[in-house]
C-alpha cells in the first residue's frame, strides 16, 4: 500500500461513540483515517510520525458555540481553539451572523452584545465582505486559509434586520408584515440549501445595539412576535435543521416557548438546542430544572431538546464597568449606553444615579444572572496597589461605605484601570459534576471570539479532561473518559447533522492528542496575548500548552507541542465549510496559498 501520511503510534483510543478506549496505532491518508491497528504501521520517508505513548488519541472537539464571525475573516487560522483541541467550530449563535446585513449593521448588532472593539469588527467586514447571500458567504469562506471546520448558524437579527431594516427591526411599534415574514421565511430556506444549520435566535431583552444610530435597543429578534417564531420553527422541522436559542434571561417564561417547539407529539419533532444549563450563584436551586425539562419534552413530549452547558467555572474579568452582566438592570445599561468616560463619570457621581443603582443592586427578589455580591469581586489590577487581592466589599467595609458606592467610586477614579474578576456559576464541584451527566445537557457555551477581554474558556474541552482525570486519581471519578470524549465529539456532530465527532476507519482524520501528564490546574489559569488583528489588543486566552501534543485537520498536523506548522492559517489552510447533512468522510484537499495572494 501507498505511505501514509501520518501515523500516530501507541496511543489509547477513543473512537468518540463512547466506547473505552484502545492502545493502538492509527494511520492517516489523503485526509482521512486509513488504519487503526494494534500491530505496528509501515512508515514511508514522507510519514509523519506522532509519538502518542502514554496518551489519549481522540476526535477534534467541536466547538458548539462561538462568535467567530468577524474574526474569521481576519485571522482564519482561529489559533486560540485549534491549540486547545478544537477542530470544529460552530458560529451564527444567538441570532448573529454576517450574511445579509450590511457591514455597519452587523458591526452594530455584535459589538456590545459580544464585547467586540466595534470599530476592529467594522474593519474587518468593510474589508472583507463581498457577499449578499448565504452561499456568497460559503464560496468567500472557502476561500480563506481556515484552520478548523467552520459550520454555521443564519442569525434572526441579521436576518431580520436586512428584510425589515435596523430601525424598524427593533421598534416596539412595527411588527414584521406578512410579506416580511414570508421573505424572513425564504432567506432561511436559502441558508439551508447552502448547508446551514438551521437559525439561531435570542428573546433576551438586555442584549442591546451598539452604534450612534440606534443605541441601546435589544436585538431584532427580541422584537419578534410568536407568529414569526412559528414560522420559522415550522421550516426548521420540515428541513431537519436546528433552531439555537437563547431565552429571556430575567423572566424565563419563554423558556416553555422552546421546549413545546422541540416537541414531536402527532408533528416532526424539531431539534433545540437553548442556553444555558448552569449553577448560578444568583439563583443556586435553578440547576435543578433543567433535566426535569428536558425529559418533559423529549419523553413525554417526544421531542429533541438539549441544553447547553460550559462544563467548569463560569468565571469573569471586567475593566471598570465595562462588562455584560450589567445590562440586566435598568442603572446598569444607562452606564453601559455611554461610551465616552467623561459622561460616564458624571452620570456615576450624579447622586440620584447612584441611589437608583443601589436600590437595584439590593432587589433581592429580582430575576438575574449575576448574584450582585462584591465579597465576590476580587480587585485583580489598580493603580492602588494595596487594593489588588481584596474584595470589593471587603474596600467598601474597610472605607465604610455601602458597597455600591466604593464601586462606583473606584470606577469614577481608576476607570478600566480598575480589573476585577467573579465568579457567575458553576462554583459547586458536587453539582457541576451530577449537572455534566443528567440527561439533556449537551456541551456547548464557550463563546469563543467574544468577551475578549472578560473570559477564556477556548480550552473547555481540557478542563473537562483535567477534572475527569484528576476524580479518576483521587478514586472519585464522576465521568469516564470515553463518556467524556464522546461529549465533546460525536454527541455534538450527531445532534448538529455535522460530520464530525468521529475518527473509525473512513472518517476525515479531525484529530487530538492529549497528554493526561500536562493536565493540571494550570488549564485554569489566567493569560492574556496581543491580537494583532484588532489593532494588538490584548485578550484573555488560555495557556496550557503541556495538554495538548498534536492537533490534526483533514489528515495534516497543524499543531504540535505549543508550535503551530509553517503558515497555518495565512498560507495553508486545512479547514473547510461543514454543510448539514453531508456524507461521512467528506474531505477537501488541503489548500496552499501564494504568500502574496495571501497577504
Known amino acids: 500500500m501507498n505511505d501514509f501520511d501520518v501515523v500516530i503510534n501507541g496511543g489509547t483510543y477513543y473512537d468518540g461513540t463512547g466506547a473505552p478506549g ?15 491497528s494494534p500491530e505496528p504501521l509501515p512508515i514511508g520517508p514522507d510519514t509523519k510520525v506522532v509519538n502518542a505513548a502514554g496518551q489519549w488519541v481522540m476526535p477534534g472537539f467541536v466547538d458548539a458555540h462561538t462568535h467567530y464571525d468577524a474574526e474569521v475573516q481576519v485571522a482564519p487560522g482561529l489559533n486560540e481553539s485549534v491549540r486547545h483541541g478544537v477542530t470544529t467550530v460552530l458560529v451564527g449563535n444567538c441570532s448573529l451572523s454576517t450574511i445579509y446585513s450590511s457591514p455597519l449593521d ?12 466595534r470599530t476592529h469588527v467594522l474593519a474587518s467586514l468593510e474589508d472583507a465582505k463581498t457577499w449578499s447571500t448565504p452561499q456568497g458567504w460559503v464560496d468567500a469562506l472557502e476561500q480563506l486559509p481556515l484552520g478548523p471546520h467552520v459550520a454555521s448558524f443564519l442569525g434572526h437579527s441579521d436576518v431580520r434586520a436586512s428584510v425589515m431594516g435596523m430601525g424598524r427591526s427593533t421598534d416596539p411599534d412595527h411588527k414584521a408584515t406578512k410579506d416580511e415574514k414570508a421573505e424572513i421565511e425564504r432567506r432561511l430556506e436559502d441558508a439551508l440549501d447552502a448547508g446551514f444549520l438551521g437559525i439561531s435566535t435570542m428573546t433576551n431583552p438586555w442584549d442591546k445595539l451598539d452604534g450612534d444610530r440606534y443605541r441601546s435597543r435589544s436585538l431584532p429578534s427580541t422584537y419578534s412576535s410568536w407568529k414569526e417564531f412559528r414560522g420559522l420553527s415550522r421550516v426548521l422541522r420540515r428541513r431537519g435543521r436546528v433552531l439555537q436559542g437563547v431565552p429571556n434571561l430575567n423572566k424565563k417564561y ?20 437553548l442556553l444555558a444549563a448552569a449553577d448560578t450563584k444568583a439563583e443556586p436551586w435553578v440547576q435543578r430544572i433543567f433535566a426535569p425539562l428536558a425529559f418533559i419534552a423529549n419523553t413525554l413530549g417526544r421531542g429533541k431538546f438539549v441544553w447547553q452547558h460550559l462544563p467548569t467555572t463560569f468565571r469573569v474579568w471586567a475593566d471598570g464597568i465595562d462588562l ?6 435598568g442603572s446598569g445599561r444607562e452606564a453601559l449606553h455611554l461610551r465616552e468616560e467623561m459622561g460616564r463619570n458624571d452620570l456615576l457621581n450624579d447622586e440620584a444615579y447612584r441611589r437608583w443603582f443601589r436600590r437595584d443592586f439590593d432587589k433581592r427578589f429580582s430575576p438575574r444572572v449575576w448574584h450582585r455580591d462584591f465579597d465576590d469581586a476580587e480587585i485583580t489590577e489598580c493603580p492602588e496597589a494595596n487594593l489588588v487581592g481584596l474584595m470589593i466589599g471587603q474596600v467598601a467595609r474597610d472605607r465604610g461605605l455601602h458597597p455600591v458606592d466604593c464601586y462606583l467610586d473606584l470606577v469614577v ?16 464541584p458536587e453539582v457541576q459534576d ?35 482525570n484528576k476524580a479518576q486519581g483521587e478514586a472519585k471519578p464522576f465521568m469516564s473518559v470515553e463518556k467524556a470524549v464522546f461529549k465533546l465529539t460525536a454527541e455534538l456532530g450527531d445532534f448538529y447533522g455535522i460530520d464530525a465527532g468521529r475518527i473509525g476507519v473512513g472518517d476525515r482524520a479531525d484529530i487530538v492528542v492529549v497528554d493526561p501528564a500536562g493536565l493540571s490546574d494550570e488549564v485554569d489559569s489566567y493569560h492574556e496575548a496581543l491580537m494583532p488583528e484588532f489593532g494588538d489588543m490584548s485578550r484573555m486566552v488560555n495557556r496550557n500548552d503541556a495538554a495538548v501534543s498534536a492537533t490534526i485537520v483533514t489528515g495534516a498536523v497543524v499543531y504540535e507541542r505549543g508550535e503551530f506548522v509553517e ?23 488541503i489548500r496552499r496559498l501564494d504568500p502574496v495572494v495571501a497577504q
Do not use: C, Q
Open 254 to 273: 419563554d423558556i416553555a416557548f422552546y421546549l413545546t417547539t422541540a416537541m414531536g407529539l402527532f408533528r416532526k419533532p424539531l431539534k433545540v438546542s
Open 434 to 468: 451530577s449537572l455534566i451527566n443528567r440527561r439533556g445537557i449537551t456541551i456547548g457555551f464557550s463563546d469563543a471570539g467574544a468577551h475578549l477581554r472578560n473570559m477564556a474558556f477556548y480550552n473547555f474541552g481540557i478542563r473537562l479532561l483535567n477534572r475527569v
Open 324 to 329: 455584560v452582566v450589567f445590562e440586566e438592570f
Open 567 to 589: 503558515g497555518y492559517g495565512r498560507t495553508l489552510g486545512t479547514g473547510r465549510f461543514l454543510r448539514a447533512g453531508e456524507t461521512r468522510g467528506s474531505v477537501t484537499p
Open 22 to 36: 484502545v492502545v493502538t496505532n492509527v494511520g492517516v491518508k489523503d485526509g482521512r483515517v486509513t488504519a487503526v
Open 106 to 117: 452587523i458591526a452594530d448588532l455584535f459589538s456590545r452584545v459580544e464585547a467586540l472593539p
Open 413 to 428: 477614579e481608576h476607570g478600566t484601570k480598575l480589573r476585577w474578576k467573579t465568579n457567575i456559576a458553576n462554583t459547586r
